[in-house]
């Protein structure tokens, strides 16, 4: 059960505030919503249904500063996880990016990373979905890390460049 106040990471839309629980009425249904109002970007307000379960799990807390850095400290040991067949990557990475595991989400950044760094030296072009799917990835991870240690997003790839430093990992 979240709370007033609270700050959640919901599905694909990122960090949101829960401004209020209220009962509110819908297509002449009336229910109880969680009341979502995203941190980063101007978008409407979100309402979750509180007896959703599918929705609600959707919400998650945010991670903490040691789970923020447990996290940077581990991903030079993160696999790639790169699949050949198209439509079966759209669909994994597709599913990564909805489940809200944020060391997938690295494993994906990471195979994007270089997989685009590989197809850079054969003089050959990023795929335009792995692309979406990479700055989508980064825009989750990078907006809950700025919002957790309190930078903007933009100093996030730096401030992980320097704890991968710092930890004798070139990145």
Not at 69 to 97: C, F, S, T
Not at 112 to 136: Q, V
Not at 137 to 157: I, M, N, R, S
């Amino acid at each position: 059960m979240f709370h007033v106040n609270d700050t959640v990471l919901y599905g694909t839309e990122g960090i949101c505030v829960i401004e209020d629980i209220a009962t509110r009425t819908f297509d002449r249904k009336t229910q109880e919503y969680y009341v979502l109002r995203p941190v980063y970007g101007n978008r409407s307000t979100i309402f979750v249904p509180t007896q959703n379960e599918k929705l609600c799990a959707k919400m998650r807390t945010l991670l903490s500063p040691e789970e923020i850095h447990d996290m940077i400290r581990a991903m030079p040991g993160v696999e790639p996880l790169w699949i050949e067949n198209e439509a079966a990557r759209k669909q994994a990475y597709g599913e990564i990016l909805r489940g809200g595991d944020r060391r997938a989400l690295v494993r994906l950044m990471k195979t994007l990373y270089l997989h685009r760094e590989k197809l850079k030296t054969t003089g050959r072009k990023f795929h335009a979905s792995d692309e979406r799917f990479l700055k989508e990835a980064e825009k989750l991870l990078y907006t809950e890390v700025a919002h957790v240690l309190h930078l903007d997003p933009g100093q996030v790839p730096p401030f992980i460049r320097q704890e991968l430093k710092k930890a004798g990992v070139e990145s």
